[in-house]
């Protein structure tokens, strides 16, 4: 679940907002959790203790890639796919390997890690 929304300004004129997403044990090793209720629609992949958030959307089709709730990933779970035409693209990089958008990447969203909570995190600057 996508809720409380921070604000950080450690730089002068630029504004950080964070969004919790989930914690660290909501998403399981080796597998994806789809937040379909943000904007923009997005998920997480947890692969070797590592975190990746991605865009959920697929550079060749712009549909989202989950085949139903929580389902990212083929099915021995070495890549994620898109259930429009099967592109395969590795978790840990976003870049497609397989299919009609292969050389491209999923768009990687920045986030961070505190106290075992993943927050996105959205840059604003205010610069005007």
Same mark, same amino acid.
């Given at each position: 679940?996508?809720?409380?929304? &921070?604000?950080?300004?450690?730089?002068? @004129?630029?504004?950080?907002?964070?969004?919790?997403?989930?914690?660290?044990?909501?998403?399981?090793? *080796?597998? +994806?959790? @789809?937040?379909?209720? #943000?904007?923009?629609?997005?998920? /997480?992949?947890?692969? +070797?203790?590592?975190?990746?958030?991605?865009? *959920?959307?697929?550079?060749?089709?712009?549909?989202?890639? *989950?085949?139903?709730?929580?389902?990212?990933?083929?099915?021995?779970? +070495?890549?994620?796919?898109?259930?429009?035409?099967?592109?395969?693209?590795?978790? &840990? #990089?976003?870049?497609? /390997?397989? @299919?009609?958008?292969?050389?491209? #990447?999923?768009?990687?969203?920045?986030?961070?890690? &505190?106290?075992?909570?993943?927050?996105?995190?959205?840059?604003?600057? *205010?610069?005007?």
């Amino acid at each position: 679940m996508v809720n409380a929304v &921070e604000t950080d300004s450690k730089l002068p @004129g630029v504004s950080t907002q964070k969004t919790f997403l989930c914690t660290t044990h909501d998403v399981v090793e *080796n597998s +994806a959790r @789809g937040f379909d209720n #943000s904007v923009p629609s997005l998920f /997480v992949v947890k692969q +070797a203790g590592r975190f990746y958030v991605y865009l *959920n959307r697929c550079p060749h089709a712009g549909t989202e890639l *989950n085949w139903s709730a929580d389902v990212f990933l083929t099915s021995d779970r +070495a890549l994620i796919i898109c259930a429009t035409h099967g592109a395969l693209f590795v978790k &840990e #990089s976003g870049l497609c /390997v397989g @299919g009609p958008c292969q050389g491209k #990447s999923l768009q990687s969203l920045p986030f961070v890690i &505190e106290d075992d909570k993943i927050y996105l995190l959205d840059h604003q600057n *205010n610069l005007n």
